[in-house]
C-alpha cells in the first residue's frame, strides 16, 4: 500500500503562482511513475503533468506545457508541481497518484493505469 498527500493549493490571481506537493509514504519502493491529474467542475479529470521516478523525462499536458514544472525529491518522497502564469481555467481539484509501472507518451494520462491516488488539493484561480 502506497499513502499519498498532496498539499499546496489555494486561491491566487491569474498570473500567480503555487507549488503543489504530493508525498508518499508506505511501499513506495515499487513506485514507477507520478502523475498530477486535475479536475475542473462538470469536467473529467485530465492528466496534467507525469514522469518515471528517478528519471529525467517529463510529460505534460498541451494547455499546460511550459508553465507547469513537475519534479521529484527522492529522499523526501515527494513529487512537486510548480505551476506558474496560472490561468483561471486551471481552476480545479489537483490530484497526485502513482503507478507500478513505466508509463509513456501513450498512457501516463490514462487514469487505469494508477493504482493509488491522494484525497486532492484544490487550486482556484481568479480573473
Known amino acids: 500500500q502506497v499513502q499519498l498527500v498532496e498539499s499546496g493549493g489555494g486561491s491566487v490571481q491569474a498570473g500567480g503562482s503555487l507549488r503543489l506537493s504530493c508525498t508518499a509514504s508506505?511501499?513506495?519502493?515499487?513506485?514507477?511513475?507520478m502523475v498530477w491529474f486535475r479536475q475542473a467542475p462538470g469536467k473529467e479529470r485530465e492528466g496534467v503533468a507525469g514522469?518515471?521516478?528517478?528519471?529525467?523525462?517529463?510529460y505534460y499536458a498541451d494547455s499546460v506545457k511550459d508553465r507547469f514544472t513537475i519534479s521529484e525529491d527522492n529522499a523526501k518522497n515527494t513529487v512537486y508541481l510548480q505551476m506558474d502564469s496560472l490561468k483561471p481555467e486551471d481552476t480545479g481539484m489537483y490530484y497526485c497518484a502513482s503507478s507500478t509501472r513505466w508509463l509513456g507518451a501513450f498512457s501516463w494520462r490514462r487514469e487505469g493505469e494508477y493504482t493509488y491516488w491522494g484525497q486532492g488539493t484544490q487550486v482556484t484561480v481568479s480573473a
Open positions: 514522469m518515471p521516478t528517478g528519471d529525467r523525462e517529463t
Open positions: 508506505g511501499c513506495t519502493s515499487s513506485t514507477a511513475f
